[in-house]
């Protein structure tokens, strides 16, 4: 059994993808406690979906083949790198909200690898 990470096209970035959260959806993260300098913290146990995978899909690592595929996900919208759900609305949506926010103007998303040059 080996864990395999996922790197975009140019070889240089993991993908990570965009949870969003959704009280309606039908998949929830795991939760765990870190221990922090103020106490324990609760972290996951939070109800969402990839977003370019669908409500219905696994936002845990899945198993495939004797491979590990780690679904390394993200509610900050500014960390995501994955192509497929810079593409979706959900993003699109954040990323505006943000920029609004900041005052900055409005940005295409890009069409995946930005590390070449
Ligand atoms: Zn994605």
């Known amino acids: ?19 969003v959260h959704d009280e309606a959806a039908p998949v929830k993260t795991p939760a765990r406690a870190a221990m922090t300098a103020f106490g324990p ?14 409500k219905e899909a696994a936002v845990t690592p899945q198993v495939e083949r004797d491979r590990v595929i780690p679904r390394s996900h993200t509610n900050e919208a500014r960390a995501v790198t994955c192509p497929g759900c810079m593409q979706s609305a959900e993003w699109k949506e954040t990323m505006a909200r943000i920029r609004e926010r900041a005052g900055t103007p409005p940005e ?7 590390t070449k040059g």
Not at 108 to 114: C, E, K, T, V
Request: proline letters at 8%; hydrophobic letters at 40%.
């Open 1 to 19: 059994m080996h864990t395999v990470i996922l790197m975009l096209p140019g070889g240089r970035r993991v993908c990570h993808h965009f949870f």
């Open 41 to 54: 913290v609760r972290m996951g146990g939070s109800r969402g979906y990839i977003a370019c995978m669908g």
């Open 108 to 114: 295409p998303a890009p069409d995946g690898d930005q």
